[in-house]
């Protein structure tokens, strides 16, 4: 059975978190809001909790887990930190960011896949904060869905992949950013490669240390053998029931190509705010305005969810520029296309 504890957002009560705090401790797993995705959390320290979470999401063992901490100092309790972890901690923590850094043995090799290094996120959000300070460890934490399927950026998303597979559910209504963190892995004192772009942008990270570097296997398909720097990233994401497709092209020509869609094809619309009096609104899905790369990322997944439910061939949406966020949209968009790219 699933416990659900609706809380607010700002302010959770202290008991309900108490409560949840409890199941942590005693080895189970609770789902919880950030400001990025749910997660779903373990005692960071347990091992034998952490493999309850793979086997709760179907989720294969060599994918290690991100460790959430409420300070960002207690990095250096689970991890070895570096210069370069202080600088990026100063400027984008509590907030969307992840870093990879050289595990402490405190930390089970069953939350890392085996690897020496640790994935450390301190969330922003006050209900996280709460849970993994009442807690008194760090949770382990994957994006709190099936394995396969898009993040869950509500608790009606979490109940709907977990509901039955775990301890509790923590209600925190609709997360912010709607987009996973970025996550950073540290080569040197002043460099890093970026291994998923999310809502600490690209520039941002360049404003905090000189090198920063795309990791190659970003947004391309890996040659046959390659082992990805980020484990996660091998693996199929995000993807619709039915295949995605994105366009790319002049305004005008991309609008042309959706109204045809919709008069021959049984298809679904990811639109932006501009078009939608131009379209018919049988499975349109307003994502935002054109130029609202935030709105966009926080009604990514959720659309990606309601398309499930439709019974259509195909699911269209627009190829999103590179630039700033929308580096993050792009990289999500296009693994849940599988590469699927019209230009018109
Ligand atoms: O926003 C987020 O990061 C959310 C919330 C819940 O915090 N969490 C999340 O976790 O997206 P997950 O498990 O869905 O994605 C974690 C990614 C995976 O691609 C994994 O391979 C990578 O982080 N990762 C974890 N530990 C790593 C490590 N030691 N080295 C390289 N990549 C690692
Ligand atoms: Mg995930």
Do not use: W
Request: proline share 6%; glycine share 6%.
């Amino acid at each position: 059975m699933t416990q659900f504890f609706t809380v607010d957002a700002l302010s959770p009560d202290k008991e309900l978190i108490q409560r949840a705090a409890k199941l942590i401790q005693d080895g189970g797993l609770v789902a919880f809001p950030t400001e990025t995705v749910y997660g779903l959390g373990a005692n960071a320290t347990d091992a034998e909790a952490a493999k309850k979470i793979y086997a709760a999401k179907g989720r294969p063992s060599d994918n290690p887990l991100i460790i959430h901490i409420s300070r960002p100092e207690d990095a250096a309790l689970y991890a070895e930190v570096t210069p370069a972890y202080e600088r990026l901690a100063r400027a984008f923590m509590p907030g969307p960011l992840t870093v990879i850094l050289k595990k402490k043995s405190v930390i089970p090799p069953s939350v890392t896949g085996g690897l020496d290094t640790v994935a450390v996120r301190c969330p922003s959000h006050p209900v996280a904060r709460a849970l993994i300070e009442a807690s008194g460890t760090a949770i382990a934490a994957p994006s709190a869905n099936r394995s396969g399927s898009p993040s869950p950026t509500a608790a009606q998303h979490v109940r709907h992949d977990l509901d039955g597979r775990i301890d509790a559910i923590i209600d925190g209504g609709a997360c912010e950013i709607g987009l996973e963190s970025t996550i950073v892995a540290l080569t040197g004192d002043d460099e890093a490669v970026l291994l998923r772009p999310g809502a600490v942008t690209y520039d941002a990270l360049c404003c905090v240390l000189s090198h920063v570097t795309l990791s190659h296997t970003l947004n391309g398909a890996l040659s046959e053998n390659e082992r990805p720097l980020s484990p996660g990233m091998k693996y199929k994401h995000y993807a619709p029931s039915a295949p995605l497709v994105l366009l790319d092209g002049e305004e005008s020509a991309v609008l042309r190509y959706l109204q045809n869609a919709q008069r021959t094809e049984r298809c679904a619309i990811l639109c932006y705010a501009e078009e939608t009096d131009s379209l018919s609104p049988e499975h349109l899905l307003c994502v935002g305005a054109r130029e609202d790369l935030a709105a966009q990322s926080a009604s990514l997944f959720a659309a990606l969810r309601q398309t499930d439910g439709m019974n259509i061939d195909v699911v269209y949406a627009h190829l999103p520029t590179q630039d700033g966020l929308g580096l993050a949209l792009y990289n999500r968009l296009i693994r849940a296309a599988a590469h699927t790219v019209k230009y018109l």
